[in-house]
């Protein structure tokens, strides 16, 4: 069974940095894809960033470029995201999503077939 457990988030200031991890258990093949997607309140959820395990490929969303940046630890099973220069409309909560293959997206959710709980990034003015 895959689980998809996210860490890192937490409350800061406008200007500051997080980052968040996306810890993976369970895939039956090296080759998988993990994208953040996040969720205000009212809002439709959005794709952030995405990466490809098997060729390290990455992708980002428009708020995402430019400011985050998507890494995974293949080793650790752990996609990261880091999260500079934030903005008090950066606050969410942020989703990781996981399938298997060889692409992902940061325009649909619905390619994926797994998700994380999520964890709430609060970004104060």
């Known amino acids: 069974e895959v689980q998809l457990v996210e860490f890192g988030g937490g409350l800061v200031q406008a200007g500051g940095s997080l980052r968040l991890s996306c810890a993976a258990s369970?895939?039956?093949?090296?080759?998988?894809?993990i994208g953040w997607f996040r969720q205000a309140p009212g809002k439709e959820r959005e794709g952030v960033s995405c990466i490809v395990s098997s060729d390290g490929s990455t992708y980002y969303g428009d708020s995402a470029r430019g400011r985050f940046t998507i890494s995974s630890d293949n080793a650790k099973n752990t996609v990261y995201l880091q999260m500079n220069s934030l903005k008090p409309e950066d606050t969410a909560v942020y989703y990781c999503?996981?399938?298997?293959?060889?692409?992902?997206?940061?325009?649909?959710?619905?390619?994926?077939?797994?998700w994380g709980r999520g964890t709430q990034v609060t970004v104060s003015s």
């Open positions: 999503a996981g399938v298997l293959g060889y692409g992902c997206s940061v325009v649909t959710t619905e390619v994926y077939n797994y």
């Open positions: 369970g895939f039956t093949s090296d080759a998988y894809a």
